[in-house]
């Protein structure tokens, strides 16, 4: 699976979009972007997906640049309780794992 | 739904004793997975399963072991632990699908610390 490189840490003020980006400029044409966070260590809890296209759902929003080689996970409305480790993870298909990084601290100021 | 249920929530042990860390899911799915995350680090992949009666290693095997006997039971089993095991170790399950790519759901962990 691609490497991918994200911030050790950010701030976002509370009520604001939060934007976390991330770099996987090794990614393979069959690779998804995925994207998961962890609350002060409970269970990473899936947020979004894609290969290529845009996507939303109702946590967030993924643009995957054209190129492919970077993305960035769109909280559109940050609340304290988004406060997290978001991890952005390349993936192919099968039944393999995921291979986390460190992710991102994303703290949400009130 | 439950999802993916991990027993016991918190445990301590001493070196060389053995234990099983229960995980079980209610969604049907085909996939299974153990990681362990140390303090500061992500997850890392200890085994995997993609059936019953199917499992394989991950990046972190050693001194574990697993088995797959029913679809929603997934138990790892610590033989002899010594201090390197203690960490927090999560299970998670997935569909399996003509494309692969179907998103990892995990239970709530389970503390464990090796004395």
């Known amino acids: 699976d691609a490497k991918t490189t994200q911030p050790t840490s950010m701030d976002c003020a509370e009520g604001r979009a939060a934007n976390l980006p991330c770099n996987h400029s090794?990614?393979?044409?069959?690779?998804?972007v995925y994207w998961y966070r962890q609350i002060h260590s409970q269970g990473p809890q899936y947020i979004i997906h894609?290969?290529?296209n845009n996507e939303t759902n109702e946590m967030a929003s993924l643009i995957i640049t054209e190129d492919r080689k970077s993305s960035t996970l769109i909280l559109p409305h940050a609340t304290l309780r988004d406060t997290a480790v978001y991890y952005c993870?390349?993936?192919?298909?099968?039944?393999?794992?995921?291979?986390f990084g460190k992710g991102t601290h994303l703290i949400i100021q009130p | 739904n439950a999802g993916v249920t991990q027993t016991p929530k918190f445990r301590i042990l001493k070196i060389g004793q053995s234990m099983t860390l229960q995980c079980t899911q209610d969604?049907?799915?085909?996939?299974m997975y153990w990681y362990r995350q140390d303090p500061g680090m992500g997850l890392k992949l200890i085994y995997y399963?993609?059936?019953?009666?199917?499992?394989d290693k991950g990046e972190v095997p050693n001194g574990y072991n697993v088995s797959r006997s029913t679809t929603e039971d997934f138990p790892l089993r610590l033989e002899l632990a010594a201090p390197s095991q203690t960490s927090v170790y999560f299970c998670?399950?997935?569909?399996?699908?003509?494309?692969?790519?179907?998103?990892?759901?995990f239970g709530d962990g389970t503390r464990l610390s090796i004395l």
């Open positions: 998670a399950s997935s569909y399996s699908s003509p494309w692969g790519n179907q998103p990892q759901h």
């Open positions: 090794t990614i393979s044409g069959n690779e998804y």
């Open positions: 894609g290969l290529k």
């Open positions: 993870i390349v993936r192919g298909g099968g039944a393999d794992g995921l291979t």
């Open positions: 969604m049907n799915h085909n996939y």
């Open positions: 399963s993609v059936g019953a009666g199917i499992t």
